[in-house]
T-cell receptor, first 115, second 110 residues
Framework: KAGVTQTPRYLIKTRGQQVTLSCSPI?????VSWYQQTPGQGLQFLFE???????NKGNFPGRFSGRQFSNSRSEMNVSTLELGDSALYLC??????????????FGSGTRLTVV | GESVGLHLPTLSVQEGDNSIINCAYS??????FIWYKQESGKGPQFIID?????DKRQGQRVTVLLNKTVKHLSLQIAATQPGDSAVYFC?????????FGRGTSLIVHP
């Protein structure tokens, strides 16, 4: 079965712009979680969506937002980009909300560079 | 909240040696701990997990040890191979969404 698909793989944006990243979960998975990965901070949780509802949110400013569609695909948006937003953004899907250790499958990520 | 971190950013080993990657966590709220492997250009892949009521769990060439007294977790890789070169990071989860450390880059020299 197809894995978690994230598009685009790479993005270069200018400070002040906004960006939208997409994540298609594994077929049948209803939960999508987003993480930001940087060398200095590691993997940091952004938010989780389950059945089109945001279930959990990490400690990120309001410039970071997301949504989930009825087909479980999810998008995250970052507005007014800052240089510090440069990172690898990872999406993980699971069958259910907070499925435990076995349940998360990660995509390959979107590498965002802000210049 | 939970805080999970790794001790060393880089670990270099010779092919065939055993590797030990360490991790510390800040509180005892986790129901489980996980290890992920991330190769260059790829997303993290699940390696092994351990429930918080266990001390040791073995997989294929990997062993995870949990020491709740000192809040320490380790991943042991036996007979390390070049294909094991990657970033390894630990995470903890339970009633909350998993949190992860920064990662240790394992470099395997032939």
């Amino acid at each position: 079965k197809a894995g978690v698909t994230q598009t685009p793989r790479y993005l270069i944006k200018t400070r002040g712009q906004q960006v939208t990243l997409s994540c298609s979960p594994i077929s049948g998975h209803r939960s999508v979680s987003w993480y930001q990965q940087t060398p200095g901070q590691g993997l940091q949780f952004l938010f989780e969506y389950f059945s089109e509802t945001q279930r959990n949110k990490g400690n990120f400013p309001g410039r970071f937002s997301g949504r989930q569609f009825s087909n479980s695909r999810s998008e995250m948006n970052v507005s007014t980009l800052e240089l510090g937003d440069s990172a690898l953004y990872l999406c993980a899907s699971s069958l259910s909300h907070n499925p435990g250790s076995y349940g998360y499958t990660f995509g390959s990520g979107t590498r965002l560079t802000v210049v | 909240g939970e805080s999970v971190g790794l001790h060393l950013p880089t670990l270099s080993v010779q092919e065939g040696d055993n590797s030990i990657i360490n991790c510390a966590y800040s509180n005892s709220a986790s129901d489980y701990f996980i290890w992920y492997k991330q190769e260059s250009g790829k997303g993290p892949q699940f390696i092994i997990d351990i429930r918080s009521n266990m001390d040791k769990r073995q997989g294929q060439r990997v062993t995870v040890l949990l020491n709740k007294t000192v809040k320490h977790l380790s991943l042991q890789i036996a007979a390390t191979q070049p294909g094991d070169s990657a970033v390894y990071f630990c995470g903890g989860g339970g009633s909350y969404i998993p949190t992860f450390g920064r990662g240790t880059s394992l470099i395997v020299h032939p």
